[in-house]
Every structure is written in C-alpha cells, then in structure tokens.
C-alpha cells in the first residue's frame, strides 16, 4: 500500500506549490492513473514517490516503509520509468540493460537470462545486440520499461510511458503492465491517454493546480457525471476547457 499525507512540493524560487497538501492511500496490486492538464503536478508527485525529487514537507511510506527512514529498502522495492529516455545511445540494448540491472545488484547468467527473457517478450529480441541510438522512439520506450523492471519491484512507478509511440508499441507496453500486474505489482502511471486510463486502471485521480479534484473507479466517475460517455468528458467538466500554457 502506497500512503500519501499532505504531500507538498514547492521549487525553489517558484511562487506557488506545484504539489500541495495531497493526501492518497493506492491499495497493493492497484493499477493507478494520476491524470491531470499540462502543469497539474503529476511528474512533480511520482518524481517524489520514486525518490528523484525531495518533498517540501509531507510524507508517504510505500508498504510500511517511510520514505525518510527506509531510503535503501524503499529503492528495492519501487521500480522507476522515467518520462526522458535515462539510456546510453552508442550501447547496445542488452549493454544498457546489464548496466540498469546491476544497479539493483542482478549479476552473472540471471541477469543474461532476465534481460533476454524480457527483450523477448516485449518483440525485441532479435535486436539485443544493437546500438540504442539506431531504436526508434517506441523500442526505446520499451527498453525504458524493461530497464525499471529488471529488479522485479512490487511497486512500479511510470512516468507517460505511452508517450510519443504507436499503437502497437502502445498495446505491447500496456498488455506487458497487465501481465505485471496480475502478479502483483502495483502500478501507479501518469497518462494524457485517457482511454488508454479509461480502460487500464483500477482507479485513477485527476489533479489539478497540485491537488486531486477527483478520484475513484473510471466507471464510477464517468456514471456520476451524467453528460459524460467516457473519461475525457469528465476530465474536461473537471478541468475546464481553457488551454493550460506554462513555461
Ligand atoms: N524544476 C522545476 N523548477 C520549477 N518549477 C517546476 C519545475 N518542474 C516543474 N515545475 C513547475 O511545477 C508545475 C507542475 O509541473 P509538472 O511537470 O509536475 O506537471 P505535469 O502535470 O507533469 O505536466 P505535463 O503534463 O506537462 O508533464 C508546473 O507549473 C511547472 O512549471
């Protein structure tokens, strides 16, 4: 279980909070979609929960480790897909994997065959041994994913990681998370896709300004609305329709 109690992250320099006051329990073996306009905060909340970025104040403990308390144990557990490419162009598939993997201390013939094992299933193969720089975005996006998931974490944390791909690449990442999750791992993503959402996750919330507005079971939101059909119609009788331009 992933416990958030009044989260709150402000930049240095900035004027306002970019995450503020945010509280949320996301049970074991959820899959979660944090969803919300550009500038909502949601790279802001999972760049906290994976550890990459400090809270202002606030805590969340993820399966009963604090945050503060259980820095190492917490780094074990969780599994982190970043939005940028965190890969090394001029090495091959399987050089960048081996190096994700002994990060997290995997080593000797389990690392090979894990790293095979997962380039196979995700249709990359037969490009093992070829230099990232020559991948296209969707192959890259999923080294990205296989490079967080080596360790086999109990809790994953992505970042868009649907962004920018095609619809086959899309189906593949998405149908690989499934699989993940009908083991047991617990997901919490952030998407802009929200059918994508609609139909991957138990449950999602949807902030805006750094703090939720609304959370619940995609199906429960879209019946509470009565002019919505699907989620985006509820995201936009959420979050309005005014463009949400920052820089
Ligand atoms: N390093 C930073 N320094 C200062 N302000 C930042 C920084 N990173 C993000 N922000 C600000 O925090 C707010 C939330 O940004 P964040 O990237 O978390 O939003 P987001 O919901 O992930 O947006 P997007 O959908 O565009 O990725 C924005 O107003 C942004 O300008």
Not at 59 to 82: C, M
Not at 85 to 95: G, K, Q, R, V
Not at 219 to 225: Q, R, Y
Request: glycine letters at 8%; a positive charge.
């Amino acid at each position: 279980m992933i416990e958030i109690n009044q989260l709150s992250k402000k930049y240095k320099g900035a004027e306002s909070f970019s995450v503020h006051n945010l509280d949320l329990r996301i049970r074991e073996k959820e899959v979660f979609g944090i969803l919300g306009p550009n500038g909502a905060g949601k790279t802001t909340l999972i760049s906290m929960l994976s550890s990459l970025l400090k809270p202002t104040k606030g805590s969340f403990s993820i399966n009963g480790l604090n945050y503060r308390e259980h820095t190492q144990q917490l780094k074990q557990i969780i599994g982190i897909v970043p939005q940028e490419y965190a890969l090394y162009p001029t090495l091959t598939a399987y050089e960048n994997l081996r190096y994700f993997g002994s990060m997290y201390g995997l080593k000797g013939a389990h690392l090979k065959s894990k790293i095979h094992d997962h380039l196979e299933v995700l249709g990359l193969g037969p490009f093992a041994d070829k230099k990232i720089k020559t991948f296209s975005g969707g192959m890259k996006r999923r080294i990205n994913l296989i490079a967080g998931i080596l360790h086999a974490p109990k809790v994953l944390f992505l970042d868009e990681p649907t962004v920018g791909v095609d619809v086959q690449s899309k189906n593949a990442i998405i149908d690989y998370l499934k699989e993940l999750n009908k083991k047991g791992t617990t997901i919490l993503y952030t998407s802009h896709h929200l059918n994508e959402a609609e139909h991957f996750c138990t449950r999602i919330a949807i902030i805006d300004l750094g703090s939720i507005i609304c959370k619940g079971k995609p199906s429960a939101l879209i019946d509470e609305h009565v002019d919505a059909r699907n989620l985006e119609d509820v995201f936009l009788a959420k979050t309005g329709k005014a463009l949400r331009d920052y820089a």
